[in-house]
Structure formats: structure tokens, C-alpha cells
């Protein structure tokens, strides 16, 4: 192949590899400030959403008025805005119970339920169950007196669904109160003392 031949395919080969390069490039640039855009967008629609953030939630019998994102979990509320940390925060993906609250009586995974969605409910956690003179609520009272929990980080779920059981039935089998309790994890595994507690409670509840 003569010199002339030789070089201008040198050539042609390097002109291929900056087209190439330049396609790249520009569609990087182009990705880039799609990104910032969406980017600059979503801060933009958060910003004006920001004074539709106050909500008034009904929780344990006062009204709290708090500042809310929309996809806020009641649990983060609960514990980060409001301070109630008895509603603990276990799995975080509603499988454990240890973030258990009531909603108009019924037991809810605090974790998995928007803040937002709870305004005009009655909210109810631990913290709201003892009389304002100090007396436990029965259910309290049993698991202290039966000593129900060894590390007791699931103890406040347990109670919360113990409260929502006996308030619709005082009198349950063991087997009853079992599947009332079902959906409340012991990293313990402690589930025998824990049933014993709750038919204490259940107990406990019928003597006033």
C-alpha cells in the first residue's frame, strides 16, 4: 500500500473515532441537563407544595398541628415531630408490629400508613393509654405484673394490639388471643409469657 493510501486511512480512522467520541459526548450533555431538569422540576413542585405540609392530627386525644411531607409515614411523624418514641420503629415494611398504633380503636402498622391520610382519625399510641393521674391502663398493668417481655423493644406493638383485643372481646380462649396478636413479632420469641400476659389482661380489663 503506497504512503499516500497509508495516511489517509490513518486519517479516516481518527475521523471515525472523534464522530464517535462527539455522538457520546452530546448525548452524555444531553442526559445530563434532563436530569438537572427533572431535578431542578421536582424542587420546584416541592417548594410550592411546602404551605399544604401543615396538617392538624388527633393524637392521643389532643390536636397536634404538625409539618408533614406527603410521603411521611405516621411512625416518623410520630416519633421525629411529635417525640412519642413508644412507637418503635422494627422492620420499617409493616411484617413486625412494633410500630403498632390505633386508628379509631383498630390496630394499624404506624410504618406503612401516610400521615396525611390519618387527619379527622383518632390516633392512639402507648404513650396515651395511662390515666392522666399516672394509673397504667389494665393491659399495662398485666404485662408489669406478669413481666411479659425480655428486651421489651416489641412491647409497646404487643400492648397497643393486647388494648385493641380486649376492647372487643374480654373473655378470649388462648387460641384467640394467639391470632389477635398474630401480626406483632418477639425477637425474643418469648410468645408464651406474652399470651399469658394478654389473657391477664383480657382479665384485668373484665375486673375494671
Do not use: W
Amino acid at each position: 500500500m503506497a504512503e499516500t493510501e497509508i495516511q489517509e486511512e490513518i486519517d479516516n480512522s481518527f475521523s471515525r473515532r472523534n464522530f464517535i467520541k462527539g455522538v457520546i459526548a452530546s448525548g452524555a450533555a444531553t442526559y445530563s441537563a434532563g436530569y438537572m431538569m427533572r431535578s431542578s422540576t421536582a424542587h420546584a413542585q416541592g417548594a410550592a407544595g411546602s404551605a399544604e405540609r401543615l396538617v392538624t392530627l388527633s393524637v392521643n386525644g389532643q390536636e397536634r398541628r404538625v409539618d408533614v411531607l406527603k410521603q411521611e409515614t405516621l411512625a416518623t411523624t410520630l416519633r421525629y415531630k411529635l417525640g412519642l418514641t413508644g412507637t418503635k420503629m422494627g422492620c420499617d415494611r409493616a411484617e413486625c408490629g412494633s410500630c403498632t398504633v390505633l386508628l379509631d380503636g383498630t390496630t394499624h402498622y404506624s410504618c406503612s400508613v401516610l400521615t396525611h391520610t390519618v387527619r379527622g382519625r383518632a390516633v392512639t399510641t402507648i404513650e396515651g393509654l395511662a390515666a392522666e393521674d399516672g394509673t397504667l391502663h389494665p393491659v399495662q398493668q398485666a404485662v408489669v405484673d406478669g413481666a411479659g417481655f425480655q428486651c421489651a423493644f416489641c412491647a409497646p406493638g404487643f400492648i397497643m394490639s393486647m388494648v385493641s383485643m380486649v376492647d372487643k372481646n374480654q373473655s378470649p380462649t388462648r387460641v384467640e388471643a394467639a391470632q389477635a396478636l398474630s401480626g406483632n413479632l418477639c425477637r425474643c420469641c418469648d410468645y408464651d409469657k406474652i399470651l399469658d400476659c394478654a389473657l391477664s389482661a383480657a382479665d384485668y380489663s373484665r375486673r375494671g
